[in-house]
């Protein structure tokens, strides 16, 4: 009698020691250890990377409802040796994610990421309150859609869509508004723009036609400035160039969207105002706001005192003597398409 007991509990801790094994053996599969989704950074790869092909930082959120992953890495990504060759690896649960990868993202901060829908970005403050200019933001989005037990996916960051906009000034003939105007007694100009996009919420990130910025408010202004180069754009004297969130959605406020509205003083080599122009990105045919979409170059051209609204198909043909070289500070005339 005593032989059959310890014969039956014998079989009950082998089942029980079985089931704790697939028990655990599922656990370590589904939860902890086991990447099922990669995000390859080709421009982070260091096989790949060289002084023009390449990004110094990579940051990357996944959403599903609400945040599940998120990874910051910077040049030379020594973190490990996945890292190294530009594969940044996750473990995701079963669904449809958004994942959102960023990079050259200085002086930008995050803000309410947690959940999909409040997650945002934003422009600084500067302590007079004005918002500073973005630098070129590279942005890559995927939604892996991702089954357990399944094979892993792994999604291309390439990091050659840029997010922000740009508007361009070209000018001739400003002497007709004030003789001082001119190249050479220009040595700086200070742009105050309103009806622009401080923040940015990741939900509403998505193509180039359909992402819209939003603003934190009505009197949300931006303070820039940039330095003059000549012959910018056909047979215009000197221009200048800033970066900007895409056009505000401003549905919620009962508008559409305002127009970009610019005051732009120029000043003399003792800093004092020339002459202070203002300047609306209005169609003139429609008299509706011009929208800027992301990766967009807008010219505003002013002849004396006649003001032309232009969108280029092809921004290399606004001072191409620029294009692809190292430099893509806003307001000093480098882009990085």
């Known amino acids: 009698m005593t032989s059959k007991y310890k014969y039956t509990g014998s079989i009950y801790l082998i089942i029980f020691l079985v089931c704790m094994c697939m028990f655990s053996s599922c656990t370590y599969d589904y939860f902890e250890d086991e990447t099922n989704y990669v995000v390859y950074v080709p421009k982070a790869d260091a096989a790949k990377m060289t002084d023009t092909y390449k ?68 422009l600084q403050q500067s302590e007079d309150g004005y918002y500073q200019e973005p630098p070129v933001i590279l942005v890559d989005y995927n939604e892996p859609h991702m089954r357990v037990p399944g094979p892993p996916i792994t999604d291309t960051a390439w990091f050659e869509h840029q997010y922000v906009g740009r508007i361009c000034f070209a000018m001739k ?84 969207s305002d127009a970009f509205s610019f005051k732009i003083s120029f000043m003399d080599a003792g800093n004092n105002i020339i002459e ?6 209005v169609d003139s045919k429609t008299g509706k706001a011009v ?39 806003p307001g000093n005339g480098g882009i990085e398409m």
Request: net charge negative.
């Open 55 to 122: 990004v110094e930082d990579v940051r990357i959120y996944i959403f599903n409802t609400d945040l599940q992953r998120e990874r910051y890495s910077v040049n030379p990504f020594a973190e490990n040796a996945r890292s190294r060759v530009g594969n940044f690896h996750f473990k995701l649960l079963p669904g449809l994610h958004h994942v959102y990868c960023f990079t050259n993202m200085q002086n930008i901060g995050f803000s309410d990421i947690q959940s999909h829908n409040t997650a945002r970005f934003g």
């Open 173 to 256: 003939n400003l002497g007709k508004v004030n003789p001082k105007l001119s190249f050479d007694n220009i040595k700086k100009v200070d742009i105050i723009a309103s009806g622009v996009g401080t923040i940015q919420y990741l939900s509403q990130l998505s193509d180039s036609v359909q992402t819209r910025s939003s603003r934190n408010g009505i009197d949300d202004k931006m303070r820039l400035s940039a330095e003059l180069y000549q012959s910018p754009y056909k047979d215009f004297e000197f221009g200048f160039e800033n970066y900007y969130l895409p056009s505000p959605d401003l549905s919620a406020e009962g508008n559409s």
């Open 276 to 281: 202070t122009l203002n300047v609306d990105a």
């Open 291 to 329: 929208v800027l979409h992301m990766a967009q170059t807008i010219v505003l051209t002013i002849d004396g005192n006649n003001v032309q609204i232009l969108e280029l198909g092809n921004p290399h043909d606004w001072y191409s003597d620029i294009e692809g070289t190292d430099n893509n500070t």
